[in-house]
């Protein structure tokens, strides 16, 4: 579905180039030759799926500037379409700190996060396991 404003600085976008993109020609840069801008994507790292019950990510996107808690509606809406997540499935990502929290979500709806994996165990991927 094409954003009718830039992903960026939420200017609203006018030419068709830049909804279908989602970046505006100004934050793409005017004379950019380059077509998709997925490294301003948060980038992440299956560490686990068990089909129907978890999967389990890392985030490693901070050279972009986008890390899976600022980007979190794309990370639920890739994991939706390449890993088939439902409501009942449960979606946990370790930080750059190490910490690991779970992402709530409805399907393909972020719904916020909570702190901690409590029923799943996910101990040895901490740091020092």
Do not use: W
């Amino acid at each position: 579905m094409p954003r009718h404003v830039c992903l960026l600085c939420r200017r609203t976008l006018r030419d068709p180039v830049s909804v279908k993109m989602g970046i505006g020609p100004i934050c793409r840069g005017r004379d950019s030759k380059q077509k998709e801008f997925d490294f301003m994507r948060a980038r992440f790292q299956l560490l686990d799926h068990v089909p129907g019950k978890y999967i389990f990510i890392i985030d490693v996107g901070h050279a972009s500037g986008r890390s899976v808690t600022t980007d979190v509606e794309y990370v639920i809406d890739y994991l939706y379409q390449h890993y088939s997540t439902m409501d009942g499935t449960r979606i946990f990502y370790k930080d750059s700190h190490d910490n690991i929290d779970e992402i709530l979500h409805s399907g393909k709806k972020f719904k916020g996060f909570k702190p901690g994996h409590d029923g799943v165990d996910l101990g040895r991927f901490k740091k020092g396991a």
